[in-house]
Structure formats: structure tokens, C-alpha cells
């Protein structure tokens, strides 16, 4: 999913879709009527078949994404329509594609990623790309060496304001306890400080979500699971007791909420910054189907959704507006399935005429 002016793209197993107002079914980005839409055609500029999840972001009146070719990694530009492709920049796909972690933000690409030195020692390092001139060489912002052959960082960085906040997942392997270092930082861009995320011995950050100016962070404890909220500093340390599990939880945030879920539980929680519950969402019928949910994506606008989707396997989703966030009522509505196979409902194209309404753009 990504967040533009009239509404929220989505790449649905390789096209580019358009969800807007009370649309019932996702919208192909394509303006060619005599076109076949079909899923692996060239010729189709909904066609995003090469596409890596992993960096797909509207900026500036065009998409950023990356494509993945063999073993090289394609940094490219397009239109919303999916048109006029361009190829940025081309790298090693261990630093753009698979499980390096990138965010497009404020005109720059910033590539969290693990250089593999040896099965003794690796190295995390975090860049900047400077999307006005992709051709130049990346600014190296930060770097670790970590014991052993490490894992990928999974896509663990955000960014809100002039901070980005990134995670090393790899900490199985520190020997012990007293080895391990702060795993969670965040970076001011405008000063370049590093800030660590500093927990009592033996306890480590399962998850983070950012809201407003809070870090809510899942803690793994010997207890089990806490849920603790920091400054962009990591300081101003607030524990939330009641929210404290001995099974993992997941957590999403955006600007006003934090949403909060177990993989197990029927039930979905909305937080405002403070950790003070804003409403709650029975979402049991993903249990009643034996569906688990792989993930909530919610949109950066004021006034966007929150899109629920299902397993891998499963390419239907559904969605609720913000606006009824405090209401009791949330109305969760769903949207076509978009997968491959019998079961594929096509989308709407997209009418000749359409236009986009720039003044919306925020």
C-alpha cells in the first residue's frame, strides 16, 4: 500500500491498483481501453510483475519502487498512471531488494541492509540516497559490526518528522545478555545523533511503532511481553502494564493511533499516543475462517484507512475509515480478492477521462 493524493495504491500480486471514496472493487491504474490487462504482459502498464514489496512509495507525483532481475535490484520511477518507467539506479539486490529495510522519505531513499563480511563478524549499515540524483553515491549514516553471520534487519525502519527509527533483529546472535547491545536507535537527520534505546538486562524490543511523538516498542521480558512508549530520544519511559501478555503482540502506528493485536486474539485495539484505549475491533471472523492475519497497514492522512489483510495466501482485505476511530461503530468493510487463478475478480479500469485533483496533494 501506499499513500497518494486521491486515495491508496496498492500492488495486488503485481498490478497496481487504485482504492478511492466508496469504490466496491480496487481500480486497475491502466488507461488503455484496448488493453488485456493481463498479469505477466509487458504491455501493461498496471503491470508491476518484478515489483519488491519492500519499496513501493508515492513522492512528489510519482511512484518509487524497486525491481528485482536475476541477482540485481532496480531502483525506478513511473508514473500513477504506471507509465514511463525509469530505471534510477541498479545495485545488488542483498542492498535494495529482499530483506533490506527502505523508506522513502522528504526526497531521499534511506537503506537499512546487512553487508555479509564473514560467518564471524557482519555488518549493519544504514544509507542515504538522494532521490534528486540517484546516480550519486550513497551517504553512509550509521554502521555496527555484529558477531556472527547475520539475518536481515526485515524491513525495521520508519520515519516520521527528522528522526528515522531502525531495529537489529539479530540478537540470537549475542553470546549473553551482558553482550548485547541497545538493539532499537533512532537517528536525527538534522544533527546526525544516534540515540539508544537502553532496556534492563536480559530484555529485548520485539516490535515498534511510532505515533505522534511517542516510540510504543514490544518488550520481551522473562515474563513475557510489555508495552513500553519513549520520546523519539528514548527517554520520558512509560510502561503500560495492563497491556502485558505472555504471548507476542504485533503494533502498527500512524500519526493519531496505535493499533494493537494479538496474533491469536479476535480483537484489534486503537491507542491514542498516551496508551489510552480510543476503541476496540472484534476481527474474529479472521479466526473463524482459519485465516491469520499477516498485517494492518494503516494510511499517514488524518482522514485515511486502516486496510486489514489476510494470509499469504489469501489476497482479500478489508478496511475501516479513521474517521470512525472513538465512534464504538467501525464499520470494517471489505474489497475484492486480487490473487491469480480461478478465483480472481477483475478489477474496474480505470476511466479514459480521469484526472487527478493535485490541490489534494499533502
Not at 532496556?199 to 515498534?208: T, Y
Request: net charge negative; glycine share 8%; charged share 20%.
Amino acid at each position: 500500500f501506499a499513500d497518494m493524493p486521491e486515495g491508496t495504491a496498492y500492488n495486488g500480486f503485481g498490478r497496481l491498483y487504485l482504492l478511492s471514496g466508496d469504490t466496491a472493487m480496487p481500480q486497475l491504474c491502466c488507461f488503455r481501453p484496448e488493453c488485456r490487462h493481463a498479469s505477466y504482459a509487458d504491455d501493461c502498464p498496471a503491470s508491476l510483475f518484478s515489483l519488491n514489496d519492500n519499496g513501493f512509495q508515492y513522492m512528489n507525483g510519482k511512484f518509487y519502487y524497486i525491481a528485482h532481475t536475476a541477482n540485481k535490484a532496480q531502483l525506478c520511477r513511473m508514473d500513477v498512471t504506471g507509465e514511463n518507467h525509469e530505471i534510477l539506479r541498479e545495485e545488488p539486490g542483498a542492498l535494495l531488494e529482499g530483506g533490506s529495510g527502505l523508506v522513502f522519505h522528504r526526497g531521499f531513499l534511506y537503506i537499512y541492509c546487512v553487508e555479509e563480511l564473514s560467518e564471524q563478524s557482519s555488518a549493519l549499515k544504514l544509507y542515504q540516497l538522494d532521490l534528486e540524483n540517484p546516480a550519486s553515491e550513497m551517504k553512509l549514516l550509521w554502521s555496527e559490526n555484529i558477531p556472527g553471520l547475520a539475518g536481515a534487519p526485515s524491513g525495521n525502519i520508519t520515519a516520521r518528522g527528522h528522526y528515522l527509527f531502525f531495529q537489529n533483529k539479530n540478537n540470537p546472535l549475542y553470546a549473553d545478555a551482558a553482550t548485547t547491545p541497545a538493539l532499537l536507535h533512532s537517528l536525527d537527520l538534522q544533527t546526525g545523533n544516534v540515540y539508544d534505546c537502553v532496556l534492563p538486562q536480559g530484555e529485548v524490543p520485539d516490535e515498534f511503532a511510532v505515533v505522534d511523538d511517542r516510540v510504543f516498542v514490544s518488550v520481551l521480558t522473562e515474563a513475557g511481553y510489555r508495552l513500553t512508549s519513549f520520546s523519539y530520544t528514548f527517554e520520558e519511559r512509560v510502561d503500560f502494564s495492563e497491556r502485558a501478555q505472555k504471548e507476542s503482540f504485533r503494533l502498527c502506528g500512524d500519526p493519531q493511533y496505535l493499533y494493537l493485536w494479538w496474533m491469536e486474539a479476535p480483537l484489534l485495539y486503537l491507542l491514542d499516543k498516551n496508551g489510552q484505549p480510543m476503541d476496540t475491533l472484534d476481527i474474529s471472523f479472521f479466526s473463524e475462517t482459519d485465516i491469520p492475519i499477516a498485517g494492518i497497514r494503516a494510511s499517514m492522512l488524518e482522514d485515511g484507512r486502516v486496510f486489514i489483510t489476510a494470509s499469504e495466501r489469501n489476497w482479500g482485505f478489508h478496511y475501516f475509515e479513521k474517521s470512525e476511530i472513538g465512534s464504538g461503530q467501525i464499520q470494517l468493510k471489505g474489497l475484492a480478492m486480487v490473487c491469480l487463478g480461478n478465483q480472481y475478480t477483475e478489477p474496474v479500469p480505470m476511466p479514459e477521462d480521469f484526472t487527478w485533483d493535485w490541490d489534494r496533494y499533502y
